[in-house]
């Protein structure tokens, strides 16, 4: 899968991408792409799994293929800081994209020497991700706007949750459950029922307090 994605992103960083016939007509949500027939992948998440695959490519010494990687998820991110329609909040996301482009550089010409350098480099950019997306997140749940807001959340609360893998600090259980708690929430917040105002509020509070515990431990 990834593979065909990296050539498709070479290609065009489109929100849509249709890969065959059969889903060709079909509408697709705002950020979220078609890497293979009947895959929709949401474009917000997307770069942490090719992060992660990053990370087990330079375990195995696929230096290059862990530098295509990154670079593909540097382009995904700069794609979502042109989503964010406000130039001071697309910033943040902007500047990690620049950060991984250099980091899939470093990769590729090997600077970069150990997995422990390359996962401190990780974490620090799904950090900035993760805060970036919950200020997204929020805007979006003020403006009504309950869908996306599940979405940014979901994306918020992923990013989080692989900063704190690859920070190789402990993790508290508070942040455990503040990460897993915004998961469930923005689940409810994308299908578009079963959800409170007052769980939806917390899950945000908890959620940027673990964020900004997590932002104590990476910067």
Same mark, same amino acid.
């Given at each position: 899968?990834? =593979? &065909?994605?990296?050539?498709?992103?070479?290609?065009?960083?489109?929100?849509?991408?249709?890969?065959?016939?059969?889903?060709?007509?079909?509408?697709?949500?705002?950020?979220?792409?078609?890497?293979?027939? %009947?895959?929709?992948?949401?474009?917000?998440?997307?770069?942490?799994?090719?992060? %992660?695959?990053?990370?087990?490519?330079?375990?195995? &010494?696929?230096?290059?293929?862990?530098?295509?990687?990154?670079?593909?998820?540097?382009?995904?991110? =700069?794609?979502?800081?042109?989503?964010?329609? &406000?130039? =001071?909040?697309?910033?943040?996301?902007?500047?990690?994209?620049?950060?991984?482009?250099?980091?899939?550089?470093?990769?590729?010409?090997?600077?970069?020497?150990?997995?422990?350098?390359?996962?401190?480099?990780?974490?620090?950019?799904?950090? %900035?991700?993760?805060?970036?997306?919950?200020?997204?997140?929020?805007?979006?749940?003020? =403006?009504?706007?309950? &869908?996306?807001?599940?979405?940014?959340?979901?994306?918020?609360?992923?990013?989080?949750?692989?900063?704190?893998?690859?920070?190789?600090?402990?993790?508290?259980?508070?942040?455990?459950?503040?990460?897993?708690?915004?998961?469930?929430?923005?689940?409810?917040?994308? %299908?578009?029922?079963?959800?409170?105002?007052?769980?939806?509020?917390?899950?945000?509070?908890?959620?940027?307090?673990?964020?900004?515990?997590?932002?104590?431990?990476?910067?």
């Amino acid at each position: 899968m990834f =593979k &065909n994605l990296l050539v498709l992103l070479s290609l065009s960083f489109s929100f849509f991408v249709f890969a065959a016939e059969s889903v060709n007509e079909r509408k697709l949500p705002m950020g979220f792409i078609v890497v293979e027939e %009947q895959v929709v992948t949401d474009m917000r998440v997307l770069p942490f799994e090719l992060l %992660q695959k990053s990370k087990n490519d330079f375990l195995n &010494n696929n230096f290059g293929e862990a530098s295509a990687d990154i670079s593909a998820a540097a382009r995904i991110l =700069k794609s979502e800081a042109i989503r964010a329609d &406000n130039a =001071k909040r697309g910033k943040s996301l902007s500047d990690v994209s620049v950060r991984l482009e250099r980091v899939a550089r470093d990769v590729k010409d090997r600077k970069i020497k150990s997995e422990r350098e390359l996962s401190s480099e990780l974490s620090r950019a799904a950090y %900035q991700t993760a805060a970036h997306h919950r200020i997204l997140a929020l805007e979006e749940w003020s =403006k009504k706007e309950y &869908n996306q807001a599940g979405h940014d959340l979901k994306a918020a609360a992923v990013a989080s949750e692989h900063a704190l893998q690859w920070s190789g600090k402990e993790i508290e259980i508070a942040s455990k459950e503040a990460v897993s708690g915004a998961r469930f929430v923005a689940g409810k917040l994308i %299908q578009g029922a079963g959800w409170t105002t007052a769980e939806v509020g917390s899950a945000f509070e908890k959620l940027g307090k673990a964020t900004e515990k997590l932002g104590n431990k990476v910067l």
